[in-house]
């Protein structure tokens, strides 16, 4: 059985749509979801669209809860749309009041199994859900991810994909399929074939010009959002 492992969408539907296309022609049978489906970008309800024609799993991201925050508190509307974009409005904007309830009610992490190949979801690490891992972080972070019940851990986030063999674990970080911080225009995702444990990280073009487009026609003045979906 193949399992694709995604996380930090971010309202990229043009991301999503082309990574689930390759999903489908690799044969994957379910998605392995480790959060941030918004934020920053702005079709988080074609996202969930796109997702519920698949059998998947799925745990809270951090801008989940930013989400949270700002449906509690609207005044905080302008703020984050400084720091992030227009995303989590546009969230709030265009989903459900079903839909909302549904990101919000998230598990920060969750164990899975299949075929015997046990799994722990999350989003920033074992223990936070907005730590930052990289591949380059000291050692100590990298083993305390290593876990005796789980043959992979499984972390987003960071938007940098990477594996690490611990002792005992595999360390898992599939990149981020909405806004890779590695190269521009590149849906960054994983496989893992639950019969022999293999994993591939993968690599998934997409164009990006509406995206861009609708960047500058919503917060152009947010150099960060046009620039990370530039970089070469």
């Given amino acids: 059985m193949k399992i694709a492992i995604i996380s930090d969408i971010h309202g990229n539907v043009d991301a999503l749509r082309e990574v ?3 999903a489908k022609k690799e044969h994957v049978e379910h998605l392995l979801i480790l959060g941030d489906l918004v934020g920053y970008y702005y079709h988080p309800d074609k996202v969930l669209e796109l997702l519920s024609e698949w059998s998947y799993d799925i745990v809270k991201g951090n801008h989940e809860r930013i989400l949270e925050d ?25 989903l459900t009041d079903q839909q909302l309830t549904f990101l919000s009610g998230l598990p920060e992490t969750k164990s899975v199994q299949f075929n015997g190949i046990s799994m722990l979801m999350c989003h920033g690490s074992p223990w936070a859900n907005d730590d930052y891992i990289y591949p380059d972080c000291d050692t100590e972070t990298i083993l305390k991810c290593d876990s005796k ?9 960071s938007h940098y994909a990477f594996a690490i063999k611990n002792a005992n674990s595999i360390l898992l970080n599939p990149g981020s399929v909405g806004q890779s911080r590695q190269i521009g225009g590149k849906a960054s995702w994983a496989i893992i ?27 152009c003045e947010i150099r960060y959002l046009t620039e990370i979906l530039k970089r070469k």
Avoid: W
């Fill in 149 to 157: 019940e789980y043959d992979f851990v499984l972390i987003g986030h």
């Fill in 193 to 219: 074939n639950t019969a022999n444990g293999c994993l591939q990280i993968v690599t998934t073009d997409y164009d990006s010009e509406k995206l861009l487009n609708e960047v500058k026609n919503k917060d």
């Fill in 20 to 22: 689930l296309k390759k």
């Fill in 70 to 94: 700002l449906v509690a508190q609207p005044k905080m509307s302008e703020s984050i749309r400084l720091k992030y974009g227009s995303g989590h409005q546009e969230a709030i904007d265009k």
